[in-house]
């Protein structure tokens, strides 16, 4: 690579930048087998058969051309089927077939590749060096979808300068043409592009057109491949393995959603349930998931309507006003005291010029009853008849605005990360109907004894009841919240404008830039490898998939490298809760900690503590060093004792 006059490098897709664990044909055999669970009319056709029908449709589409688009080829595909089960016409358009097949295809895929490490590092010292690096490939998705694939495994795509893919150019390397057409757009000749390939054919095309072709000789892929019955049986596994291996920190969680929300789903079908709603910010992505994985899986996605309700803790108080109990609120501004009272930005700075506050009494966080300015407000007549103004206003557009989105239903079945279930309780008072909440997690009950439904589906420990693996998977719960957040601020409160109910939300900047810069990009990896997940490991036994997730938490709470600790650092300095305080977030608070006997019969109940205390330490100190040798260990003996126990916590 070395050669001056190279300016140019052609690298292959398959087998060259990205490998895959299993083979092609068995890619198709995997689609085919998922295009047979997600049509009803469909499901009597054999794999096999539904493989030749696709093998022949694309043979009819290539008559006359030398490769066809990827919705042309699907639609005879479907028409082919339509001929042979008359049903599917009446199940779905042929337009929407097409998307869902694609989707599907997409998913596999997301499942089974991962990146040539080795190469992808060399490619982007060329790139350095001035080399323009491009992919060409034949195939029949095009180059969004190759993009996409290399984003799933957090490849930077920004060193290749061009993608030529066959299907977006009607043009193939196995004849030359496709070469051509590379080297018309890029402008160059074929002395100055080198390709790289894995087989000699390509590199007897490329030199046809003047290309120097040059032979990966690397094997090592194809020998880790397996069946495909032998990938499904552990496909759980090898994809959280993939995740710590070429992943953003974190994007393993993405199997902890897909627990989540495949037993979310299976809830909610066993009852027969008609409309879901989302809550509160991390509504946001888990709704996303859970209509991801109807729309890959379900005969019938829309059979369960969702919903999205834009809330916080603090919004909810804001329509409960008696419930924001110094107990539950902790220190706390009274600027911000306010904001939980359901009044907004401009009304705050209002009242505090009205009652003439100083900027300690509104920003200092401390005791609501040790703060005059606090004491001042409540004894103050005109301020009451204020509140209960704005309460009114606040309560009414709530009102108005839930009931457009819960569509009657009763019970009503919401959906939210988790923990204790304020926000539930809240809604079903205020509302005045009866729900039911499915949760990630939920921990301790409220101390108001009104009787609410609530279910943790990955952890839960609600009086005597303790799940299997609790104290290890509520470890660093502010990490979940962190990994689900949306592109948007958190509820303050509830307005009508131009008669129309409406959310009032406020976006703290530290937030929001972490969110732009790091959240953003982990959803999106999140977001394929739960495709993936949806694609292999519908085999996978929940209880299985529990115990893995209970391992990868324990993993990714104790062992973190200096991407994982930067990312958890930024995540420290940008927690903001519900009611607007900058809080600890994930880090330690030493006084919490009480070490004892304890640690060698219940290790489990630890981890939440050494979780957070490989961050206190420098990078690169000896502290650092040495914490590594004692955290293994530490993983290994918790692995020990709660496997012995099988996850259950001694009584």
């Known amino acids: 690579m070395n050669n001056e006059r190279e300016s140019v490098i052609l690298v292959g897709f ?21 295009l047979g669970k997600k049509f009803r009319s469909l499901a009597d056709i054999s794999v096999d058969d539904l493989v030749d029908a696709r093998i022949a449709s694309r043979v009819i589409c290539l008559k006359g051309c030398a490769e066809v688009g990827y919705r042309r080829w699907m639609s005879v595909y479907y028409q082919l089927l339509v001929q042979r089960c008359p049903d599917l016409g009446g199940e779905i358009s042929e337009d929407n077939f097409a998307t869902v097949v694609h989707d ?34 034949d195939y029949h998705l095009g180059k969004e979808d190759l993009l996409s694939f290399m984003q799933a495994k957090n490849v930077d795509t920004g060193i290749f300068s061009g993608i030529f893919v066959s299907c977006d150019h009607d043009a193939r390397t196995e004849d030359g043409a496709l070469y051509a057409v590379a080297l018309d757009d890029l402008g160059v000749c074929g002395k100055n592009v080198v390709m790289m390939g894995d087989d000699a054919d390509s590199s007897a095309m490329a030199g046809r057109n003047g290309i120097h072709g040059r032979i990966m000789r ?22 959280r ?109 209002a009242l505090q010029q009205k009652y003439a506050f100083s900027p300690e009494q509104m920003e200092t966080a401390g005791s609501l009853s040790a703060n005059t300015g606090y004491l001042k407000l409540m004894s103050d007549d005109s301020f009451r008849i204020r509140h209960a103004t704005r309460l009114d206003e606040n309560r009414q557009a709530f009102l108005a605005y839930a009931r457009e989105l819960t569509a009657g239903e009763e019970p009503l079945d919401i959906v939210d990360i988790g923990w204790v279930g304020r926000m539930q309780q809240g809604i079903e008072e205020v509302l005045g109907v ?44 502010q990490l979940y919240e962190q990994l689900l957040a949306a592109p948007h601020g958190a509820a303050e409160g509830y307005v009508f404008s131009d008669g129309r109910p409406g959310v009032r939300e406020a976006w703290a900047d530290s937030e ?27 085999k996978e036994d929940v209880a299985t998939m529990v115990r893995w997730c209970a391992h990868t938490v324990l993993r990714s709470s104790l062992i973190a490298d200096s991407r994982r600790l930067a990312f958890l650092r930024r995540l420290d300095k940008s927690f903001v809760n519900n009611f607007g305080q ?19 019969a219940k290790p489990e109940h630890y981890v939440r503590y050494a979780a957070k205390f490989q961050r206190t330490l420098r990078d690169g100190s000896i502290q650092m060093w040495l914490y590594y040798p004692f955290a293994w260990m530490f993983y290994a003996y918790v692995n020990l004792i709660t496997t012995l126990r099988r996850g259950r916590s001694p009584a």
Request: hydrophobic content about 40%.
């Open 14 to 34: 398959f087998d060259v930048v990205m490998f895959r664990h299993v083979d092609a044909g068995q890619v198709v055999d995997r689609w085919a087998t998922l």
């Open 104 to 137: 599907l295809e997409c998913a596999v895929e997301y499942g089974v590749q991962y990146p040539n490490i080795r190469l992808l590092k060399h490619l982007a010292e060329e790139t350095r060096k001035g080399k323009r690096i491009c992919i060409i490939e």
């Open 218 to 239: 690397h094997g090592g892929h194809r020998l880790r491949r397996r069946p495909c019955r032998v990938f499904e049986n552990d496909a759980f596994r090898h994809i």
């Open 241 to 349: 393995q993939d995740c710590y291996r070429y992943n953003s920190p974190f994007v393993e969680y993405a199997v902890i959603l897909y627990t989540f929300i495949r037993k979310l789903n299976d809830e909610l079908e066993q009852r027969s349930t008609r409309h879901v709603v989302f809550l509160a910010r991390e509504g946001w992505f888990l709704r996303q998931l859970f209509e991801g994985y109807r729309w890959l899986l379900c005969s019938e996605p829309g059979a369960i309507r969702t919903a999205y309700l834009r809330c916080s803790r603090a919004a909810i108080f804001s329509l409960q006003p008696e419930k924001a109990t110094e107990n539950i609120l902790g220190d706390i501004s009274l600027r911000n005291y306010l904001r939980v009272l359901g009044f907004f930005d401009e009304d705050v700075n």
């Open 434 to 477: 009866r729900t039911r909440g499915w949760y990630l997690g939920i921990r301790g009950v409220s101390e108001d004894p009104h009787p609410y439904e609530r279910h943790g589906l990955i952890f839960a420990a609600d009086g005597d009841h303790v799940s299997p693996y609790f104290d290890i998977l509520c470890a660093n719960t």
């Open 512 to 538: 929001k830039f972490l969110y732009q810069d790091l959240i953003e990009k982990t959803q999106g990896e999140m977001r394929a490898i739960f495709s993936g997940l949806v694609a292999w490991c519908d």
């Open 582 to 600: 900058v809080n600890q977030g994930l880090r330690l608070n030493r006084q919490h900690v009480r070490l004892g006997i304890a640690i060698i």
